[in-house]
């Protein structure tokens, strides 16, 4: 079975320190990661996914295979950067049709 | 472009009664997938449909159910409401194919009383 665990239910940060949210992961295959994050009264929305090793709004997230982990870091917070953010996977490589989530880690950037 | 759009966005039901919610894509979207997401369980997976014909499933009861139209439009039902079924339910669209993306509407709150 697969599944996402994100440790931390809450997270607070002060702005400009560097923030990582943890995520590991269980799956007999090789999964496809994401982050995805929901802004106060806002859609969740996809943030970032491991096949694009892109940094989006200055945040990265490597897939530690060993490790079976997928963190998101960011090396300076800021305040715009409070929600809630999910981890989630899924099974079949290149379709987001069918995720798995983690609980979820809200994050709060302190002035 | 319109995104997702999930109707209605609050509701309210009994016990026992049924209720059926909405969800439009994405113009040119052909794939819709439902989450349920609570404070206890968090999001979870529910069904996915394109074209027309549900292709995976969660662990849910078959209480859920759900269809989509021709138009990709999809609708998700739930008979006998119990009280654990007061949730915010999320649809998310996407491409069919490789290195798809879901988006996900504004989501429906579900209150049974």
């Known amino acids: 079975a697969q599944r996402v665990t994100q440790p931390e239910k809450l997270l607070s940060v002060f702005k400009g320190a560097p923030v990582e949210l943890k995520c590991n992961y269980s799956?007999?295959?090789?999964?496809?990661l994401f982050w995805y994050v929901q802004y106060s009264r806002q859609r969740l929305q996809l943030l970032l996914r491991?096949?694009s090793r892109e940094s989006i709004k200055g945040f990265t997230a490597d897939l530690n295979k060993g490790e079976t982990s997928f963190h998101l870091k960011k090396p300076f917070a800021q305040e715009e950067d409070s929600a809630m953010y999910y981890c989630?996977?899924?099974?079949?490589?290149?379709?987001?049709?069918?995720?798995?989530f983690g609980s979820g880690t809200q994050l709060t950037v302190l002035p | 472009k319109a995104g997702v759009t999930q109707t209605p966005r609050y509701l309210i039901k009994t016990r026992g009664q049924q209720v059926t919610l909405s969800c439009s894509p994405i113009s040119g979207h052909r794939s819709v997938s439902w989450y349920q997401q609570t404070p206890g369980q968090g999001l979870q997976f529910l069904f996915e449909y394109f074209s027309e014909t549900q292709r995976n499933k969660g662990n849910f009861p078959g209480r859920f159910s759900g269809r989509q139209f021709s138009n990709s439009r999809s609708e998700m039902n739930v008979s006998t409401l119990e009280l654990g079924d007061s949730a915010l339910y999320l649809c998310a669209s996407s491409f069919i194919g490789m290195n798809t993306e879901a988006f996900f509407g504004q989501g429906t709150r579900l209150t049974v009383v």
């Open positions: 491991h096949i």
């Open positions: 799956y007999s295959g090789s999964p496809e």
């Open positions: 989630a996977l899924v099974g079949t490589p290149g379709s987001a049709r069918q995720l798995t």
